[in-house]
């Protein structure tokens, strides 16, 4: 996806779809600077660059949980004409990220948290908690992408796009990631798909609808000997319209854009041992501000 792009998935009226990165569930168009090597400020030589042919391949699956959401979100919501005009939140610019005295959310709706504020900081906490779950790696078993889905969604928009996302993870798509047909992992290998909030912005705000976007970063990729689908990181944006249905936020539509992406830092790339060692040890979070 070029950057700036952007693609909003709740109608069917959009006409033909050929320029749509999602079309092939995990698509990306995506460039790359590539720096001088080592100089006096930086005595180490860079990592060598992979083949283009390699980068592709990665650069392809490394958005496909939220692309595969996207792509689904695509066939339409009822939500089309539920949001009055937009309303901007209290001030211009940034809200700084920091504790607000409010106790995070106590509920959990399965794994997911649940019970969020019916306010901006609500609104936040629980845009960044779904953007959680629906890059986790429990979206490529279809049992537990069902509950996510429920837990997450409108409960006007989640069958069909249950439907189109269980369409989606096909073999053909698990095979693009270096899954087995059915979704499972190959042995000797840990499969990897995270999605980890940097900040989160209001758009819109009104009593029963907010629009907020969620930055993000994503690990994407199989740790473990003999991977030829290592790692790899992503940086996106989340929209996500959220709607208050029975006493908490849902997702009524979303839809995402590349960016904003920080240049790759010189830091020594882990092992596959390494990888896979930390995604074991290191838990997830819940968010909230």
């Given amino acids: 996806m070029s950057p700036g792009d952007e693609h909003d998935y709740r109608g069917t009226d959009q006409g033909g779809r050929g320029d749509d990165p999602y079309s092939?569930?995990?698509?990306?168009?995506?460039?790359r600077t590539r720096l001088p090597d080592g100089d006096a400020g930086h005595p180490h030589p860079r990592r060598p660059v992979r083949n283009s042919r390699s980068l592709v391949t990665i650069t392809g699956v490394v958005v496909l949980l939220i692309a595969a959401i996207a792509f689904a979100n695509r066939g339409g919501t009822s939500d089309d004409n539920?949001?009055?005009?937009?309303k901007n939140p209290g001030t211009a610019g940034s809200a700084p990220t920091a504790p607000t005295g409010t106790k995070p959310v106590q509920g959990k709706n399965g794994t997911i948290p649940a019970g969020f504020a019916q306010d901006e900081q609500g609104a936040q906490s629980a845009a960044a908690n779904y953007s959680v779950a629906l890059g986790s790696a429990e979206?490529?078993?279809?049992?537990?992408?069902?509950?996510?889905?429920?837990?997450?969604?409108?409960?006007a928009v989640a069958p069909k796009l249950q439907d189109?996302?269980?369409?989606?993870?096909?073999?053909?798509?698990?095979?693009?990631?270096?899954?087995?047909?059915?979704?499972s992992t190959p042995t000797g290998l840990t499969f990897v798909s995270r999605t980890v909030p940097v900040g989160t912005k209001v758009v819109t705000m009104?009593?029963?609808?907010?629009?907020?976007?969620?930055?993000?970063?994503?690990?994407?990729?199989?740790?473990?000997p003999g991977s030829t689908?290592?790692?790899?990181?992503?940086?996106?944006?989340?929209?996500?319209?959220?709607?208050?249905?029975?006493?908490?936020?849902?997702?009524?539509?979303?839809?995402?854009?590349?960016?904003?992406?920080p240049?790759?830092?010189?830091?020594?790339?882990?092992t596959a041992d390494e990888m896979a060692a930390a995604v074991d040890a290191y838990g997830g979070f819940t968010y909230a501000r």
């Avoid at 539920?82 to 937009?86: N, T």
């Avoid at 009104?206 to 976007?213: K, P, Y």
């Avoid at 240049?263 to 882990?270: E, I, L, M």
Wanted: include cysteine; hydrophobic fraction near 30%; charged fraction near 20%.
């Fill in 229 to 261: 689908k290592p790692v790899t990181e992503t940086w996106f944006t989340i929209s996500q319209e959220l709607k208050w249905i029975d006493g908490d936020w849902k997702i009524s539509a979303s839809s995402q854009t590349e960016g904003p992406t």
């Fill in 263 to 270: 240049v790759n830092g010189d830091n020594r790339a882990s």
């Fill in 139 to 155: 979206m490529f078993t279809a049992e537990s992408r069902r509950d996510i889905i429920q837990a997450t969604h409108d409960p």
């Fill in 164 to 183: 189109r996302l269980d369409t989606a993870y096909s073999p053909a798509f698990y095979k693009n990631v270096g899954l087995n047909d059915d979704g």
């Fill in 206 to 224: 009104e009593t029963d609808t907010a629009t907020v976007e969620v930055w993000c970063t994503g690990l994407v990729g199989l740790a473990g």
């Fill in 24 to 31: 092939t569930l995990g698509g990306t168009r995506q460039t």
């Fill in 82 to 86: 539920a949001s009055p005009g937009p």
